[in-house]
């Protein structure tokens, strides 16, 4: 019995002793392996590197706008007097010179028949001038009538030609004032509601109704003034029509693209808005369907805007730092080396840079996100697509994989540890 107590006093001292042996021999071993993978130097990583140079970009800009029909007309009533008849259908759509309205004309009717009256007889009156002028000549010319009576004789003619022109311009007036008592449309396009009601008394001048023609449409937007000034020189580079798109979001369906019509800018703004700091612009839009209509908001996409002479990488390359955006560079040891940049416009998958870039840097464009700031790089050379810099798996062997290797090696050391105390345990059970 005594010997049996000592026995497990004897195992309860030497199992500590085991387990203290085993754990050193385990950190030995992560020791070891920190230095050695601190000893082994990971290899460059190969990525793709473009030397940043002066480019010219195309790009596409849009704007918010709302479509305008500057050809609106309205309809006036030019005369006086009762509206007898309305000849449309409110809402439909009329070409120009069509009957719209009639005005009673039975008072114009007869000022048109008084006036032509007195133009006869303004003719009456002139041919018995003309026979006495005549007629005074002949005699003058026989001493048988004094200068005197020859001279009032032509004054008697020429007051009665100028009688008859007066009685034909008031001819004129009234036909005019008949024809105005039958409204016609001045302009083709949808015609609205009618402001007057059939039987009411028009009085000129009165709006009667309004015409908006819908092809072609204009539609006036604002663009920055520094997109302004980059589009005046376009044009002065190469001179002819501005390209521009119209669509309306929102009136596309799960399967359709929304409404969109082709057409080009004819108006830029000669000054700036100082409030805004934008300029005014107008385009024209052929409108055939009649899809957009005027009051409208929709979007001006100008689709062939041209950038001279500017830095540029791919979209990809560029990445969010604490400061802001960023790219990798390499310096003269093919190092990695962030670079805070400043950034302008996008130009499908490239990216302008304003600022933070000068010609020869050498710019990294591919395994961005894999890449960290000391990084030693292998440089090859740029393929020329923007989409190229997209992370993919780089298999160099070493690097991080290998560094998740001697993660694993170490965890493998820690799981026959384990094994061995428990081993141990068994065996002492």
């Not at 010609?359 to 990084?375: C, T």
């Not at 290797?405 to 061995?420: L, P, T, V």
């Amino acid at each position: 019995m005594m010997e049996a107590v000592m026995l497990r006093s004897r195992k309860r001292w030497l199992l500590p002793l085991a387990l203290a042996a085993v754990l050193a021999g385990c950190g030995e071993g992560d020791s070891g392996g920190e230095k050695s993978a601190q000893a082994q130097q990971a290899p460059p990583r190969p990525a793709q590197v473009m030397t940043v140079e002066p480019r010219d970009l195309t790009l596409d800009r849009q704007y918010p706008a709302m479509v305008r029909s500057n050809r609106e007309v309205t309809v006036m009533g030019r005369v006086e007097g009762i509206l007898e008849a309305r000849h449309y259908e409110e809402g439909s759509r009329v070409e120009k010179g069509d009957l719209l309205y009639t005005i009673q004309p039975d008072a114009y009717q007869a000022t048109v028949r008084q006036r032509e009256a007195d133009v006869q007889s303004a003719e009456a009156e002139l041919y018995r001038t003309q026979r006495n002028a005549d007629r005074y000549q002949r005699l003058y010319q026989q001493n048988s009538v004094s200068q005197q009576q020859l001279d009032d004789a032509k004054a008697d003619l020429r007051a009665a030609q100028a009688t008859l022109a007066q009685a034909k311009a008031a001819l004129d007036a009234a036909k005019i004032d008949l024809s105005y008592t039958q409204v016609r449309a001045p302009a083709s396009g949808m015609i609205s509601l009618s402001q007057v009601n059939v039987g009411s008394l028009v009085q000129p001048p009165e709006a009667l109704t309004t015409i908006t023609p819908l092809d072609p449409l204009d539609v006036r937007f604002s663009l920055p003034a520094v997109d302004a000034l980059a589009l005046r020189q376009q044009r002065q580079a190469s001179p002819g029509p501005l390209q521009a798109a119209l669509t309306a979001p929102g009136t596309g369906g799960a399967s359709t693209a929304p409404n969109r019509l082709e057409g080009h800018v004819d108006f830029f703004g000669a000054r700036v808005d100082e409030s805004t700091s934008t300029v005014q612009a107008e385009a024209e839009f052929a409108n055939p369907d009649h899809l957009f209509l005027p009051g409208q908001f929709v979007r001006v996409s100008l689709t062939d805007v041209k950038r001279y002479d500017v830095f540029a990488v791919p979209a990809v390359a560029v990445t969010e730092g604490l400061k802001g955006p960023q790219v990798m560079v390499l310096d003269d040891k093919d190092t990695a080396q962030a670079r805070f940049v400043s950034l302008g416009q996008q130009a499908g998958d490239w990216q302008i840079v304003s600022d933070g870039l000068e010609k020869g840097d050498r710019v990294i464009v591919s395994a961005i996100g894999s890449i960290s700031p000391g990084d030693k790089i292998e440089p090859q050379p740029f393929d020329g697509d923007p989409e190229t810099g997209q992370d993919k798996p780089v298999a160099d062997g070493s690097g991080r994989q290998g560094d998740d290797a001697g993660q694993g090696g170490k965890d493998d050391q820690a799981s026959a540890s384990g094994s061995a105390a428990q081993g141990e345990d068994g065996g002492e059970g």
